[in-house]
Each structure stands twice: as structure tokens, then as C-alpha cells.
């Protein structure tokens, strides 16, 4: 049996960015997997925290994830 062709999400983009209900994309900044030792406590505390994306980029992730608006 074959599946039939159609729309698929990029799985990597839906791991790494959320749509919002109002449609903003938002991610969880880089850097804060590995050596948080030697980062201090402030960049720490906002590196945990999601920011809002650009429009443009918005624009590009919605493109690959067909199912989130």
C-alpha cells in the first residue's frame, strides 16, 4: 500500500517553534543546553525564557507547518 501525496510539517521547524494563538512564532534562544557554568545567572534566567519572532521570520516557519494556522 502506498500513501497518498500531499502537504507534510517539517518535523525539525515543529521541534524548534511554536505558533502562538494570535499567530507569532516563538522559539527558545541557543546556548543554554551545555557550559551554563560559565555563563552568569542573567543570561542564564534569559536564556530560559521564548522570544517572539520577526514577521519575516514567522512568515517562513508557518510556511513549513501546514497544520498550525
Known amino acids: 500500500m502506498r500513501r ?3 502537504i507534510k510539517t517539517k ?3 515543529a521541534k524548534r517553534f511554536k505558533i502562538t494563538a ?3 512564532a516563538v522559539c527558545f534562544p541557543a546556548g543554554r ?4 557554568h560559565s555563563k552568569n545567572a542573567k543570561r ?3 536564556l530560559g525564557k521564548s522570544k517572539v ?3 519575516t521570520d514567522t ?3 508557518t510556511q ?6
Request: hydrophobic share 25%.
Open 4 to 6: 497518498t501525496k500531499g
Open 11 to 13: 518535523k525539525s521547524v
Open 22 to 24: 494570535s499567530g507569532k
Open 33 to 36: 543546553r551545555h557550559l551554563a
Open 44 to 46: 542564564r534566567r534569559r
Open 53 to 55: 519572532l520577526d514577521s
Open 59 to 61: 512568515y517562513r516557519i
Open 64 to 69: 513549513n507547518l501546514p497544520f498550525s494556522h
